[in-house]
Antibody
């Protein structure tokens, strides 16, 4: 059974750096075709893809947030970490991690989907 | 950037059929996936690759994709189908894109 769980601070101040951890089980991020992605959802709004890391340690970021995001992995701990710098109240959202199984040799292609998802963690940005 | 447009809400009586559309430029050339999100919960994949169902998803849920519109159809709607539904594609210029979301209300 594949599970993912997000953890991190519930409250951060504007301009601070957010660090979120996704701890997963049931698969190995070292296995070919496996990827972990981060997605967020502001309260009452739609989902927004942020970043992903693949089995080869390749990393991909949302273009508009690329300068603020960093994704990394610790395969020995089955963890993926997302950092987002210079947090703003507009970044208030529930942050999810999810698995992608590459369906055509890459997680950065047109055939992939997110399954399963973690429960999500709400991050509020406020002074 | 690539945009996916969904109706904000769809209302349907129990036992009837709900159709949720997802509009995008030439979306028929892309693979569309659908997620169900109940209040306070994480999204759950219900349709992938336009029309395939993951194990455990009832046959009442089906998907299609052609031209500029993809559609999620829920037949014989039940109270438990009440949720938000999101479509998703990957676009070479916009990366992973989600639709605006549709709230399904069972009357």
């Amino acid at each position: 059974q594949v599970t993912l769980r997000e953890s991190g601070p519930a409250l951060v101040k504007p301009t601070q750096t957010l660090t979120l951890t996704c701890t997963f089980s049931g698969f190995s991020l070292s296995s070919s075709g496996m990827c972990v992605s981060w997605i967020r959802q502001p309260p009452g709004k739609a989902l927004e893809w942020l970043a992903l890391i693949d089995w080869d340690d390749d990393k991909y970021y949302r273009a508009s947030l690329k300068t603020r995001l960093n994704i990394s992995r610790d395969t020995s701990k089955n963890q993926v970490v997302l950092t987002m710098t210079n947090m703003d109240p507009a970044d208030t959202a529930t942050y999810y991690c999810a698995r992608i199984m590459a369906s055509a040799g890459s997680c950065y292609l047109g055939y992939n989907w997110f399954d399963p998802w973690g429960q999500g963690t709400l991050v509020t940005v406020s002074s | 950037s690539y945009v996916l447009t969904q109706p904000p809400s769809v209302s349907v009586a129990p036992g009837k059929t709900a159709r949720i559309t997802c509009g995008g430029n030439n979306i028929g050339s892309k693979s569309v996936h659908w997620y169900q999100q109940k209040p306070g919960q994480a999204p759950v994949l219900v349709i992938y690759l336009n029309s395939d169902r993951p194990s455990g998803i009832p046959e009442r849920l089906s998907g299609s994709n052609s031209g500029n519109t993809a559609t999620l159809t829920i037949s014989r709607v039940e109270a438990g189908d009440e949720a938000d539904y999101y479509c998703q594609v990957w676009d070479s210029s916009s990366d992973y894109v989600f639709g605006t979301g549709t709230k399904v209300t069972v009357l």
